[in-house]
């Protein structure tokens, strides 16, 4: 089993569409966790952090489940902007920690 | 304030010869970090360096390796190069190690013929 899943896509979505995809990590002691946004054939941004109160930056919104080990990313009235990969970011805490990545979602926005 | 920087932009060689890679982190960042990216694939963590010092590697053979330098900038070394190496390797910093936010380089594109 991946470290961190995530379904792979494409998800096709019109414009104004709201989108959700999860991401699903399998260890337990994943103590940070994070959304980037990677555009064909550019390097990956970070999008935002999710915290364990769930957080929302304008349209998007991040949730965290630690009792099912999964993050999920919300996106409301997708724009046509919004067509990127999307990489789930998990960070163990142990003293060598490092992030483990998704293999990312794609998604596509069209008009 | 500049970001991350990588150079080559592209970098084409054959089987068997060596390349090298360079990162330069964004100022004030300690660490820095390589990733592999196969056409179509996700991230695969190669290497982290911090204060001069390798932190951690990714399930990659010794034949993959770097260094990182005082100034902080890193090179990525990468010996009897095969045609599965082939792909774009990203260079990320971030102010402090491990689970910090990190800001990747545009990527050096690796083509091994």
């Known amino acids: 089993r991946k470290e961190v899943e995530q379904d792979p896509g494409p998800f096709n979505v019109p414009e104004g569409a709201t989108v959700a995809f999860n991401c699903t990590y399998s260890?337990?002691?994943?103590?940070?966790f994070f959304w980037y946004r990677q555009d064909c054939r550019k390097e990956p941004k970070l999008l935002m952090s999710v915290y364990s109160s769930g957080n929302e930056d304008g349209r998007f919104t991040a949730q965290l489940n630690r009792a099912s080990q999964y993050i999920s990313l919300l996106i409301r009235d997708s724009k046509l902007s919004d067509s990127a990969t999307y990489l789930c970011v998990v960070a163990l805490g142990d003293s060598n920690y490092q992030l483990i990545w998704g293999a990312g979602t794609k998604l596509i926005i069209k008009p | 304030e500049a970001g991350v920087t990588q150079s080559p932009t592209h970098l084409i060689k054959t089987r068997g010869q060596q390349a090298t890679l360079r990162c330069s982190p964004i100022s004030g960042h300690t660490s820095v970090y390589w990733y592999q990216q196969a056409l179509g694939l996700g991230l695969q963590f190669l290497l982290w360096?911090?204060?001069?010092?390798?932190?951690n590697r990714g399930n990659f053979p010794p034949r993959f390796s770097g260094r990182q330098f005082p100034n902080y900038s890193s090179e990525l070394n990468v010996n009897a190069l095969e045609l599965e190496d082939s792909a774009l390797y990203l260079c990320?910093?971030?102010?402090?190690?491990?689970?910090?936010?990190?800001?990747f380089g545009p990527g050096t594109r690796l083509t091994v013929l």
């Open positions: 260890n337990s002691a994943s103590q940070s």
């Open positions: 990320a910093s971030s102010l402090a190690g491990g689970a910090s936010e990190q800001f």
């Open positions: 360096y911090d204060e001069g010092e390798e932190r």
